[in-house]
């Protein structure tokens, strides 16, 4: 990713030249290759990694010219996540396959849903008899008590202007990030949407990472609950991932907390 960018280049300068690496991979595999799976613009449980949308542009332009599918997993970013509805939608791009949960239903009821294009849906429509359908189900598909939940929370995304919402308060989020950009051990900060998350080092010149052992990391969690924030690092990364239905108040304040809590742990 861009902070560790194995050529040592720097975004925007770079043009995105990582894709070659997709595209090469794609080349090699050839007819075995069935398709490219992302998390658009955001990989979550790999570290709150923000990449930039050209790269999720470019990649599915190599899926397109080498004729396999684009798979996007919106499981963490969809629903407003990010500022907009979806995060793919940021780079222009419409997958052939978009894989949705948790926001679908706002965390009420497990719920998940793939979604798919035209082309491949035709592709296994007809008769039982014929040899296309793709038998697929299980025993709670459809569940209609999941079902209600996402219908209504889908009807709250436009009566309260979530969407708009996030898109407002990220700049807030963003703010108050690189802020704590210059305390000891921060290396890097990224952020996009209601997503901030600050990657720890032992050394800011050499980048290397700080141990996701090392007490550091204990200690911003005690500090936090102290502070009425749950933090729960991800390897050498600290990070927050706040709920759509945060309010400009609650963003300030827990920024104000999110800062006493790093400023009493990161010491150098």
Excluded at 63 to 77: F, N
């Amino acid at each position: 990713y861009c902070y560790r960018c194995p050529e040592g280049k720097e975004y925007p300068a770079c043009g995105v030249s990582c894709l070659a690496a997709l595209d090469e991979a794609l080349r090699e595999e050839g007819d075995a290759a069935a398709a490219v799976i992302l998390e658009p613009l955001l990989l979550g449980a790999g570290g709150m990694i923000v990449y930039p949308p050209e790269y999720l542009s470019g990649a599915a332009r190599l899926a397109r010219g080498h004729g396999v599918h684009l798979i996007l997993d919106e499981v963490a970013t969809g629903f407003g996540r990010t500022g907009t509805m979806f995060a793919c939608e940021q780079a222009g791009v419409s997958p052939d396959f978009l894989c949705l949960s948790k926001g679908l239903t706002s965390g009420t009821m497990p719920l998940a849903a793939t979604l798919t294009t035209p082309e491949v849906y035709n592709a296994f429509l007809g008769d039982p008899d014929g040899g296309k359908t793709f038998f697929h189900g299980h025993t709670y598909t459809a569940n209609p008590v999941g079902c209600a939940a996402a219908l209504a929370s889908l009807d709250l995304f436009g009566e309260e202007g979530v969407v708009e919402r996030v898109a407002a308060l990220a700049p807030r989020l963003a703010e108050g990030a690189r802020a704590l950009g210059g305390l000891p051990l921060v290396g890097d900060v990224r952020h996009i949407g209601l997503v901030a998350a600050l990657e720890l080092v032992r050394d800011k010149e050499t980048r290397e990472p700080l141990p996701g052992t090392d007490r550091v990391f204990r200690e911003v969690r005690r500090e936090g609950l102290r502070r009425g924030l749950f933090l729960r690092p991800l390897g050498n990364v600290v990070y927050l991932f706040l709920p759509q239905a945060v309010t400009r108040p609650d963003l300030d304040d827990i920024l104000d907390r999110f800062g006493e809590t790093l400023r009493a742990t990161l010491r150098g």
